[in-house]
């Protein structure tokens, strides 16, 4: 991928999580780029989107203590 190309993906990117913040989804820039990835392939953005609601959420391993406590309520 040329430099341009790369930056507009990063670009892009950072768009959409922009706005899955705001939405309050939940998901991390990886996620993210991995659900865009897929409707790239071609997979339906609505299928995809009833299986990423039907995944448990879980927290990172390196998430701090109090932080997990607060978001499993």
Known sequence: MDPEAAQK???SLELAFQMSNILDTGLDRHTLSV???LCDLGLNPE???AVV???PTHTHPTQPQQQRRSTDS
């Open 9 to 11: 993906a990063r670009e």
């Open 53 to 55: 609601k039907e995944l």
């Open 35 to 37: 659900l865009i990835a």
């Open 47 to 49: 299928s995809l989107a």
